[in-house]
């Protein structure tokens, strides 16, 4: 069936540098790639999404790109902060009907200040 | 954003007893609502699809008459856990899609059977 990598499982980075996680889908219909943030003890919120007519989308220190060819997906973090430390889940999914949005694993990212 | 609210945001309860979680989408209309269970340091696990005014779709290994799935209207599922044991405790999230398949989560609700 379908499904979603995502790497790397944890990252951690120093307070200030740039933060990159990286997903690959199966399903080459999938055409609406969102970003979720979860921290400790709370459920995920959207921080940024695409959609397949794209190829980048920039919302100030984020960013996320997308190869369709390719089917990757990868989401930057720059200039981290602290409070940047969460777990990150990517996620593929289409608009057809029946769709199913297929999460990836997670990322865990500290930002050490 | 849209929003999705969840309620309770935790509950303890005793083994043998039902509990109700509800999920609210405020801002929006929701037909399909999806219910998800997260382990901890774990992804989220897809525990059924609701839809609104017809039964829901189970994932395969989520017995339907343990985890019971109401979908009543178009802003409101709810989740009952039915004769619960210390083994149901989890977190479990909701989640509602708009007209553009986008997916917002609720604040997620925290479940102890003692």
């Given amino acids: ?113 | 954003g849209a929003v999705v609210s969840q309620h309770p945001s935790w509950v303890i309860c005793k083994s043998g007893t039902s509990v109700k979680i509800e999920c609210r989408s405020l801002d929006f209309q929701a037909t399909t609502m999806f219910w998800y269970r997260q382990f901890p340091k774990q992804s989220l696990m897809l525990m059924a699809t609701s839809n609104e005014g017809s039964k829901a779709t189970y994932e395969q290994g989520v017995e339907k008459d343990k985890f019971l799935i109401n979908h009543a209207s178009l802003t409101l599922s709810t989740l009952t856990v039915t004769s619960a044991h210390p083994e149901d405790s989890s977190f479990y999230i909701c989640s509602a899609s708009d007209r553009g398949n986008t997916i917002y989560f609720g604040e997620g609700s925290w479940l102890t059977v003692v």
């Fill in chain 1, 1 to 113: 069936g379908e499904n979603v990598e995502q790497h790397p499982s944890t990252l951690s980075v120093q307070e200030g540098d740039s933060a990159v996680i990286k997903c690959t889908y199966s399903d080459s219909a999938s055409n609406y790639f969102p970003w979720y943030k979860q921290e400790l003890g709370k459920g995920p919120q959207l921080i940024i999404d695409i959609r397949s007519n794209v190829g980048e989308k920039k919302d100030q220190r984020i960013a996320v790109t997308l190869n369709k060819t390719a089917k990757h997906f990868s989401l930057h973090i720059t200039e981290t902060q602290p409070e940047d430390s969460a777990v990150y889940f990517c996620a593929a999914s289409r608009d057809t009907g029946g769709f199913k949005t297929i999460f990836g694993a997670g990322t865990r990212l500290f930002v050490k200040a």
